[in-house]
């Protein structure tokens, strides 16, 4: 196959997907291999930057075969990845994050929640950077990390000579060179973006999770899910119900965080969707719904690896700006509107059930705390 091709790497939690797009952003080939994940106590959560390399390259060489496109046709590769920190020693050997752990495991990943206390003394300083990260800042970003790191594995602490974000690790990885990404320094790690000036090349995404704390707008990792309504059934019918209670709490959230936003200077009426959620069209129709707001899709249905390839393709010189990439590679697809149906009003009342929720789990703690305060 002729042309020129840019290649997109997308490192979730449980994979590292592989797609390898032409000059306009088509998709010709995907391929995704699994990474392994270890949990050796509560709230520890460890991968292998070795691992994810070699599923990153294994993935390469399968879009490759698939595609017959020889490997000096691609000009350009580019990474994202989860808000997971890696840890290396000399030689850019892995050094283990726990202190009786294997040295191959080295990531700390994003939903690791072992630096709970350290993000809490961070936010108790009331410092200054915090506005910058919505007041609190999350036991999943990197600094409470490095600070549980340093207290609590000084061996580690020492031996490293480099911690990275994940996707910085990976362009280190690729290219040998020590850069970093504005938009990891800022979003994970308190970089003061504004305060230097940077160019309009520097983007990047942020994963969410469900039942594992909240990170917008209340920012609270110890939150817990609560199901409230069950009944002894176990039919088809009432796992249904069960799971779009699950999407429409997921889309409420969304609406907390839109309204949030708007109430705080924005004017949020529209949703670029990207991700997973977008192959779903109950999720799709149920965030217009509550959100009243329309959603605009890709053409291109796996955007996040279209995103790495317009990185890749500027990153290579072949578009000057990101801006000029997306307008040859990304076209929007099909938009989903909100129904006039008069669901609005039945959301808008279980909206308000799904605020009052959260009122009442806090209260919930709130007694248990107080009767085990007194015994």
């Keep these: 196959m002729s042309g020129t091709y840019f290649i997109g790497c997308d490192v979730g939690t449980g994979s590292a997907r592989i797609g ?38 294994r993935s390469i060489k399968e879009v490759l075969n698939k595609s017959d496109i020889r490997p000096k046709q691609v000009k350009g590769v580019g990474f994202d990845a989860t808000c997971s920190l890696v840890a290396l020693g000399e030689y850019d050997k892995p050094i283990p994050v726990s202190p009786d752990g294997p040295d191959h495991q080295n990531v700390m990943v994003w939903m690791d929640h072992r630096a709970s206390k350290e993000a809490d003394e961070i936010n108790n300083t009331n410092h200054e950077v915090l506005r910058y990260v919505g007041g609190t800042i999350s036991p999943e970003m990197e600094p409470p990390k ?51 000036p940077v160019s309009e090349d520097n983007v990047g995404r942020w994963d969410n999770s469900y039942f594992h704390g909240n990170r917008s707008p209340r ?46 200077g924005y004017s949020i009426a529209k949703i670029m969707a990207t991700g997973g959620g977008t192959k779903n069209d109950l999720f799709l129709k149920e965030h217009a719904d509550i959100c009243r707001c329309d959603i605009i899709l890709p053409r291109e249905r796996e955007a996040v690896l279209l995103g790495g390839a317009v990185l890749g393709s500027v990153a290579s010189g072949h578009y000057t700006s990101v801006t000029k990439a997306m307008v040859e590679m990304n076209h929007a697809g099909r938009k989903i509107t909100p129904d006039n149906n008069g669901v609005q009003a039945y959301h808008d009342a279980k909206y308000e059930v799904f605020l009052k929720m959260y009122d009442d789990e806090i209260s919930y703690f709130n007694i248990m705390d107080q009767k085990l305060q007194k015994a």
Excluded at 20 to 37: D, L, Y
Excluded at 156 to 179: E, M, Q
Excluded at 221 to 242: H, Q, Y
Aim: with cysteine; charged share 20%.
């Design 219 to 264: 920012a609270d990792p110890s939150l817990l899910g609560s199901i409230c309504g069950l009944r002894l059934s176990n039919t088809i019918e009432d796992l249904a119900l069960k799971y779009l209670a699950t999407i429409q709490a997921i889309a409420y959230g969304t609406r907390h965080i839109i309204e949030t936003m708007n109430n705080n």
């Design 20 to 57: 390898i797009f032409n000059q306009v952003g088509e998709m010709v080939a995907m391929h995704s291999h699994t990474i392994k994940i270890w949990r050796p106590r509560p709230n520890f959560v460890e991968q292998s930057s070795d691992d994810i390399w070699d599923a990153c390259c």
């Design 146 to 196: 490095l600070l549980w790191l340093k207290r609590n594995n000084p061996d580690t602490w020492n031996k490293a000579i480099r911690f990275f974000d994940l996707a910085d690790y990976l362009v280190y990885r690729a290219t040998g060179t020590d850069v970093r990404s504005v938009c990891t320094k800022t979003c994970k790690w308190t970089y003061l973006a504004h305060e230097d």
